[in-house]
């Protein structure tokens, strides 16, 4: 499983930005996709995911604030970030894995992308 995130940049408080995260190899068996990220100096966090059937579920910070989708046609994740905050800065790291448990677990099951930098200023 390949993950190539894109979308990052720089934007000011209150901004928005679209991560996207596109998937190729054998995705077949990858029911749960999401966003992790991570902020200089601290560890990394869970963001968001969603299931093959769309089922959603978002960290508390970034509830009411971000909607994360998919394109099952294009194996595309997105993450639409609104209101944008400058504790959201980090680098956002797109994930995927076999079940939900899984990726909200963040563990060696986790196929991992290369990160997107998002950075908020004030």
């Known amino acids: 499983v390949q993950l190539q995130a894109s979308g990052g940049g720089l934007v000011q408080a209150g901004g928005s930005l679209r991560l996207s995260c596109a998937a190729s190899?054998?995705?077949?068996?990858?029911?749960?996709m999401g966003w992790y990220r991570q902020a200089p100096g601290k560890e990394r966090e869970y963001v968001a995911l969603?299931?093959?059937?769309?089922?959603?579920n978002y960290a508390d910070p970034v509830k009411a604030r971000f909607t994360i989708s998919r394109d099952n046609a294009k194996n595309t994740v997105y993450l639409q970030m609104n209101s944008l905050k400058p504790d959201d800065t980090g680098a956002y790291y797109c994930?995927?894995?076999?079940?939900?448990?899984?990726?909200?677990?963040?563990?060696?099951?986790?196929?991992w992308g290369q990160g997107t930098l998002v950075t908020v200023s004030s």
């Open positions: 994930a995927a894995a076999s079940s939900l448990l899984l990726l909200r677990r963040g563990g060696r099951s986790v196929y």
């Open positions: 190899g054998s995705i077949s068996s990858m029911h749960a």
């Open positions: 969603i299931t093959s059937s769309s089922t959603t």
